[in-house]
């Protein structure tokens, strides 16, 4: 039986360049996912025209946080869900809503220096313009109070029916442009009164520690308020009252539903533990460097019965040592060395015996160092694998001494 030819290896469907640049994408891909997925909350614009500090609504403060950072002073929106922000800020601006509960506001009773922004303005989305509102009405004084009764059980709140500027004791801001309907307080048993205007109404309110302030009308500093240059004074110089310390100001959006709840993911793409993702993600790309190089591309199964005659040794092989019959293969293996030694030298056509003492004469005058006296004893007795190869080391050695053979 012939050898049949080896079937060619098929070409490759991709090459080796294209098959890294798809496993690179698809890293980068995977990446991108997790990194979007961690800081997804983070990434709302807030343009919904609430009263919040992302909002550039009429009712929003978008614009106070524009006029802050305008004046050098630090000022942004903390999403975090704790209402904590980092640094310590200055001040930390809470804008509830009619929406808002009152223990959610009370929850920052002890969060440091605040000011509490009473809400006022029931909006309404403006239906062909995304992110502005329109105006429908205000809110009962009932519902803001009690959004503000953690703080001042005992609060008073009015309200002014005409639309006209508020003239009030601020030094280097005596009056805004025109409010409608200005709300202000009466005074409290445990607050003070640090700005009023001229009709004796609070429009600034404090606990006596003055780490709490309030501020009875949004309108004084809101998007549509400082479209006039009066009360973006006025909303400049309260500011510049309530802040302790240089820190910054931080708006606060847990209250008005854009809190960023915690999150492993995004805990470990934030220091100190980006280093240690960042360390993981090396090892494991290392690992899989060390992999492709070390054990490269799979290799091909062969069948499971191969063509040809070295497939017939094989099995002819196998079935001998399956049947432990391989020491019984060291006589014959003898007559098989013998038999060549003979031909190879024409030592002539006697018996084993005396070809064995001719072919032993003929090593003693060539200085073999084996005889088969020696090793026919040996052949016979092999009663293991290991005495089978160390019998037929011996006669292969000495057949290449008889001969003369190139090993």
Known sequence: MSEAAAPSRPAPTFSPIVVLWMVLAAVFAAAAFLVLSAYAPDLRSGSDGGAHALSKS????????RLLNAEGIPADVNRDAGGQAYPKPSVEMLTPTAETEPKAVAAYAQSGQILVVAPKWLATPEPNNPGFVNKAGVLELKTILGLLKPF??????????????????????P????????????TAANLDAIVRDTRGGVVLAATHDRRIYFLSDPDMINNHSLASLSTARVASAVMGMVRKGAGPVAFDAGLNGFA?????????FSPPYLGATLCLTAVGLLIGLCAAVTFGAPRREGRALAFGKRALADNSAGLIRLARREPKMAPRYLDLTRAAVVKALGAGRAGPEEIDAVLDRMA????????????????????????????ARALYQWRVEMTGEHR
């Open 152 to 173: 001042a059980p005992d609060l008073v709140m009015t309200r002014r029916s005409d639309v006209s500027a508020a003239q009030l004791d601020l030094a280097g801001a």
């Open 260 to 268: 960023t709840p915690p999150s492993l993911l995004k805990l470990a």
């Open 364 to 391: 003693e005058r060539g200085g073999v160092s084996e005889r088969l006296a020696t090793l026919a004893p040996q052949a016979r007795g092999a009663r293991s694998v290991a005495d089978l190869m160390k019998v």
């Open 58 to 65: 009429a009712v929003g403060y978008a614009g106070l946080v």
């Open 175 to 186: 009056a805004t442009g025109p409010v409608d309907q200005l709300q202000v307080f009466q």
